[in-house]
């Protein structure tokens, strides 16, 4: 009888957070306007349903599990009451010159954001506002990248996304300065649920650095399920740096999906400092020729802090040119999961493709899964990929120290000359400069 | 004033083995201020050993003996507090550091020497100063500096690099692990050259060589003769030009004759 009654409270438990969902969908749907928008949510709603979040028993989240998210109440509206400037004083970079977007707790914040591009044919705002504003843009463009079907956290996003960016710039413009979009999770007063959704568009011969950031703040648990979709047509150049750094008990999915048309040069770096559990799904579809396709990331975990970064590069046309590089520095007991597919398509000859994961041990219960992958069914490539797990050397370190330098000094320096390959990524010297602070940090 | 010449390194019945095989036998060694001291002798006879156990590396074990540095105990010191207190080891192999400037790991060397010291950081416009006058008596590339720590340097240049690094860290004692390996004469030239410019009344070296040749640049006060981990012959420079001429077979029957 006792076991039973366990039982049934367990399933009760893991459906906690899709019971949340649909009360809150529910809400939605009574209030909502029956537009195209409300109908594409209905759709994922649906999907959301029927598929619910993916457990250990699927391939792709075979060594991530969202069991203490899903177990666990969110709320996705809920008002931040911590001070505006203590609020910011969290963010990285907020000194420098840029176009800066803040969402906090999903929701924007006008008093705290700025824009400064002058160009009115650039446009930088809201995906709220942009839905009326740009509806053509909008409806042209939103959720035709990321995909819901089978994809149960895109699906939740696309049915309840609080807000996100929406940048628009037009035939060769190029941003004079770049666009930070903030994302704060305050969880003071409740757990809280934050489902950003960026809309970029990058049309031909246009070019934008775009910086994401990503914090948390309060005690309780915060959920972050992020969904970017980014288009970039010919000629485009993008540059996109995405910066994870939340503290506390933090959960933080992130889905972004990049397509690129011929001639495209997009360099992608992704920078994860903080987070109890992140899971990063880069995604690139390269939809002409002559596409440079550029991913780079480094993750440093700590405690017991889970980082999985899974990516897919599609290369569907001839002579493209991907290269993949992710480092880890792996400290406590943490655990790093890495998969990187790419797919050469039939038709894609010509393809040159580079893929590698490296990683350093600095503890001896820190785990690393990783999973290289390639699928090639052009005959006429380029390809290679590896993968490497091991201990920081002790001939450099030994060579350091043989010229006075102290032993955790060395050790920093190798490090940091480690890291050094995804910093010299980074072209935003101010962001090189805070990685540099946060590794003597961190390490 | 009576001009006293200090004992700056005293080895006694120095054993160290490594994954328990031992290398050296109760070697004695003592070098003074000043002094060029040249180790030489047969492959295996433990001159790396020598050199690798006085730096510190950790892979050595020191079974029995003694390694006085400046009254000091060497062997109880980290390899960082030996470099500290003014021993250099010229790698036989200097290692390549790939994300580590020249400069950065200079400018950190010079100041952690002096931190240890008591001293302030050294001004930058100093340190460049210094780099470029040290830069010039070695005829190092200036482009070098710049460059990660020994990437993609020819073997020349490592071996340069490793008397530039001498030349800016200033030690009391200099060992040389087989500095003329893999050069070709222009090179030896420069690396002895330079090693030549340093030398004075308080500085000391020890040269391990393989090979004499070194030895015409670099003339030594005291050429010992290493086998099967001890010092078994001492004698002057002169000594060097016997063993060119006659090898090391006659020493290793002296030795065996003896025992």
Same mark, same amino acid.
């Given at each position: 009888?006792?076991?039973?009654?366990?039982?049934?409270f367990r399933i009760y438990r893991e459906i906690m957070l899709v019971e949340n969902i649909k009360a809150e969908f529910n809400l939605?749907?009574?209030?909502?306007?029956?537009?195209?928008?409300?109908?594409?949510?209905?759709?994922?709603?649906?999907?959301f349903?029927?598929?619910g979040f993916?457990?250990?028993?699927?391939?792709?989240?075979?060594?991530?599990?969202l069991k203490n998210i899903v177990n666990q109440s969110f709320q996705s509206t809920c008002?931040?009451?911590?001070?505006?400037?203590?609020?910011?004083?969290?963010?990285?970079? !907020?000194?420098?010159?840029?176009?800066?977007?803040?969402?906090?707790n999903g929701?924007?914040?006008?008093?705290?954001?700025?824009?400064?591009?002058?160009?009115?044919?650039?446009?930088?705002?809201?995906?709220?506002?942009?839905?009326?504003?740009?509806?053509?843009?909008?409806?042209?463009?939103?959720?035709?990248?990321?995909?819901?079907?089978?994809?149960?956290?895109?699906?939740m996003?696309?049915?309840l996304?609080?807000?996100?960016?929406?940048?628009?710039?037009? +035939?060769?413009?190029?941003?004079?300065?770049?666009?930070?979009?903030?994302?704060?999770a305050d969880s003071t007063d409740v757990n809280v649920l934050c489902q950003?959704?960026?809309?970029?568009?990058?049309?031909?011969?246009?070019?934008?650095?775009?910086?994401?950031?990503?914090?948390?703040?309060g005690n309780n648990p915060s959920f972050t399920n992020?969904?970017?979709?980014?288009?970039?047509?010919?000629?485009?150049?993008?540059?996109?740096? !995405?910066?994870?750094?939340?503290?506390?008990e933090s959960y933080?999915?992130?889905?972004?999906?990049?397509?690129?048309?011929? +001639?495209?040069?997009?360099?992608?770096?992704?920078?994860?400092?903080?987070?109890t559990?992140?899971?990063?799904?880069?995604?690139?579809?390269?939809?002409?020729?002559?596409?440079?396709?550029?991913?780079?990331?480094?993750?440093?975990?700590?405690?017991?802090?889970?980082?999985?970064?899974?990516?897919?590069?599609?290369?569907?046309?001839?002579?493209?040119?991907?290269?993949?590089?992710?480092?880890?520095?792996?400290?406590?007991?943490?655990?790093?999961?890495?998969?990187?597919?790419?797919?050469?398509?039939?038709?894609?000859?010509?393809?040159?493709?580079?893929?590698? +994961?490296?990683?350093?041990?600095?503890?001896?219960?820190?785990?690393?899964?990783?999973?290289?992958?390639?699928?090639?069914?052009?005959?006429?490539?380029?390809?290679?990929?590896?993968?490497?797990?091991?201990?920081?050397?002790?001939?450099?370190?030994?060579?350091?120290?043989?010229?006075?330098?102290?032993?955790?000094?060395?050790? !920093?320096?190798?490090?940091?000359?480690?890291?050094?390959?995804?910093?010299?990524?980074?072209?935003?010297?101010?962001?090189?400069?805070?990685?540099?602070?946060?590794?003597?940090?961190?390490? | 004033?009576?001009?006293?010449?200090?004992?700056?390194?005293?080895?006694?019945?120095?054993?160290?083995?490594?994954?328990?095989?031992?290398?050296?036998?109760?070697?004695?060694?003592?070098?003074?201020?000043?002094?060029?001291?040249?180790?030489?002798?047969?492959?295996?006879?433990?001159?790396?050993?020598?050199?690798?156990?006085?730096?510190?590396?950790?892979?050595?074990?020191?079974?029995?003996?003694?390694?006085?540095?400046?009254?000091?105990?060497?062997?109880?010191?980290?390899?960082?507090?030996?470099?500290?207190?003014?021993?250099?080891?010229?790698?036989?192999?200097?290692?390549?550091?790939?994300?580590?400037?020249?400069?950065?790991?200079?400018?950190?060397?010079?100041?952690?020497?002096?931190?240890?010291?008591?001293?302030?950081?050294?001004?930058?416009?100093?340190?460049?100063?210094?780099?470029?006058?040290?830069?010039?008596?070695?005829?190092?590339?200036?482009?070098?500096?710049?460059?990660?720590? +020994?990437?993609?340097?020819?073997?020349?240049?490592?071996?340069?690099?490793?008397?530039?690094?001498?030349?800016?860290?200033?030690? !009391?004692?200099?060992?040389?692990?087989?500095?003329?390996?893999?050069?070709?004469?222009?090179?030896?030239?420069?690396?002895?050259?330079?090693?030549?410019?340093?030398?004075?009344?308080?500085?000391?070296?020890?040269?391990?060589?393989?090979?004499?040749?070194?030895?015409?640049?670099?003339?030594?006060?005291?050429?010992?003769?290493?086998?099967?981990?001890?010092?078994?012959?001492?004698?002057?420079?002169?000594?060097?030009?016997?063993?060119?001429?006659?090898?090391?077979?006659?020493?290793?029957?002296?030795?065996?004759?003896?025992?």
């Amino acid at each position: 009888m006792f076991r039973i009654s366990l039982f049934e409270f367990r399933i009760y438990r893991e459906i906690m957070l899709v019971e949340n969902i649909k009360a809150e969908f529910n809400l939605y749907k009574n209030q909502a306007e029956k537009s195209d928008f409300f109908l594409k949510r209905e759709e994922a709603f649906a999907e959301f349903e029927k598929v619910g979040f993916p457990t250990t028993k699927n391939e792709e989240w075979k060594y991530t599990n969202l069991k203490n998210i899903v177990n666990q109440s969110f709320q996705s509206t809920c008002e931040s009451t911590i001070e505006t400037e203590l609020m910011l004083s969290h963010a990285f970079l !907020k000194d420098l010159t840029a176009n800066k977007l803040v969402f906090v707790n999903g929701t924007f914040r006008t008093e705290l954001s700025t824009i400064i591009e002058t160009d009115s044919s650039i446009v930088i705002t809201t995906l709220a506002k942009a839905k009326t504003a740009h509806s053509e843009l909008f409806n042209k463009h939103f959720g035709k990248y990321a995909p819901i079907e089978g994809q149960g956290l895109n699906a939740m996003n696309t049915a309840l996304l609080s807000d996100g960016a929406f940048i628009f710039v037009p +035939n060769n413009k190029t941003l004079t300065n770049p666009v930070i979009i903030i994302n704060i999770a305050d969880s003071t007063d409740v757990n809280v649920l934050c489902q950003p959704r960026n809309l970029i568009i990058v049309e031909k011969s246009a070019s934008l650095t775009l910086v994401e950031t990503f914090y948390a703040v309060g005690n309780n648990p915060s959920f972050t399920n992020a969904v970017n979709e980014v288009y970039a047509n010919e000629n485009a150049h993008i540059e996109h740096y !995405k910066i994870q750094n939340q503290e506390g008990e933090s959960y933080h999915n992130n889905f972004t999906q990049i397509f690129q048309e011929a +001639n495209t040069n997009i360099n992608h770096v992704t920078l994860t400092l903080s987070g109890t559990l992140v899971r990063n799904n880069l995604h690139f579809f390269m939809n002409g020729q002559n596409c440079n396709s550029l991913l780079y990331g480094l993750y440093m975990p700590h405690g017991t802090e889970l980082v999985d970064n899974h990516t897919r590069v599609d290369h569907a046309f001839p002579n493209c040119f991907s290269d993949e590089l992710y480092k880890g520095i792996m400290m406590d007991k943490s655990v790093a999961v890495f998969n990187g597919k790419i797919m050469v398509h039939l038709d894609a000859q010509k393809t040159n493709a580079y893929q590698r +994961n490296k990683n350093i041990l600095l503890s001896n219960e820190a785990t690393v899964n990783t999973k290289p992958q390639l699928e090639i069914f052009a005959d006429d490539v380029k390809c290679t990929h590896g993968a490497t797990i091991g201990q920081l050397d002790e001939e450099p370190m030994f060579y350091l120290r043989s010229r006075g330098i102290p032993a955790d000094v060395a050790r !920093k320096m190798l490090l940091n000359a480690f890291a050094d390959d995804i910093a010299e990524r980074i072209k935003i010297p101010e962001l090189v400069e805070l990685l540099e602070q946060e590794i003597e940090k961190k390490i | 004033m009576v001009h006293k010449q200090e004992k700056m390194l005293s080895i006694k019945n120095l054993k160290a083995e490594i994954e328990g095989k031992k290398i050296l036998n109760g070697l004695n060694l003592e070098v003074k201020a000043g002094e060029v001291h040249a180790i030489m002798g047969p492959n295996g006879a433990g001159k790396s050993t020598l050199s690798a156990v006085l730096a510190g590396r950790a892979d050595y074990e020191v079974t029995e003996g003694t390694v006085e540095f400046e009254g000091k105990d060497l062997l109880e010191l980290s390899p960082e507090d030996r470099a500290r207190e003014g021993v250099f080891l010229a790698f036989q192999y200097p290692i390549e550091i790939p994300g580590v400037s020249n400069t950065n790991f200079l400018k950190t060397a010079i100041n952690e020497k002096r931190k240890y010291q008591g001293l302030e950081p050294m001004e930058a416009t100093d340190f460049l100063k210094m780099m470029r006058e040290k830069m010039a008596m070695v005829e190092m590339d200036k482009s070098l500096t710049s460059r990660s720590l +020994n990437e993609g340097f020819s073997g020349g240049e490592k071996k340069r690099n490793e008397i530039f690094q001498m030349a800016m860290l200033e030690p !009391k004692l200099g060992i040389l692990d087989e500095t003329d390996s893999g050069l070709d004469i222009d090179a030896l030239r420069l690396v002895s050259e330079g090693v030549n410019k340093l030398r004075n009344k308080e500085r000391a070296f020890i040269v391990i060589t393989h090979y004499q040749r070194l030895l015409d640049y670099i003339v030594p006060d005291f050429v010992h003769v290493l086998y099967k981990g001890r010092i078994v012959k001492s004698g002057d420079a002169s000594l060097a030009k016997e063993l060119e001429e006659k090898g090391y077979d006659w020493i290793k029957q002296e030795v065996e004759a003896n025992s």
